[in-house]
């Protein structure tokens, strides 16, 4: 979509932020995801903890840069004057979590090739995820503070 099309879709561009606009009916990622979040939803959060909704979901997608979104989600709640309950610090947490225990599965994906089974099979993953979510609990404690340095 080219920028004239987005704007008569969504409406008026308020700000951009990377790869995220602020626009008035929500916030938008042009090119080839064209994700949206409606204006009613950019506040959510996720759990008892508070952490924001999007940082954690959209996060996961390989397109996304978590900075800018971030950037876009407090933008856009002040732009919206909306009343937000997102802890900060808790998606920052959960957003470390999440890429330490990526990084853990990835490590276990290659210890599992290294014995022979290969990665082929959605089993082999989950088994790699597992692993590596054993992996980031020795160094990350229930309550996600460190215990120890990683991979010192």
Known sequence: MTRE???AEYGALLSEHGQWWVMESGLVA???SNYYIPREDVARTRGAER?????????EK???RPKDLIEAIRAAI???DLASKIDWAETRRQLLWDAYVACCAEEAERQ???LGAGVHSMSDLS?????????AGEYWSPSREWKAEPFA
Request: net charge negative.
């Open 5 to 7: 099309e987005i704007i």
């Open 30 to 32: 042009p090119g080839e």
């Open 51 to 59: 952490a924001s909704e999007w940082v954690a979901h959209v996060s």
């Open 62 to 64: 390989t397109w996304c």
């Open 78 to 80: 002040s732009a919206y």
């Open 112 to 114: 599992i090739g290294r």
């Open 127 to 135: 088994k790699a995820w597992d692993l590596g979510e054993r992996l």
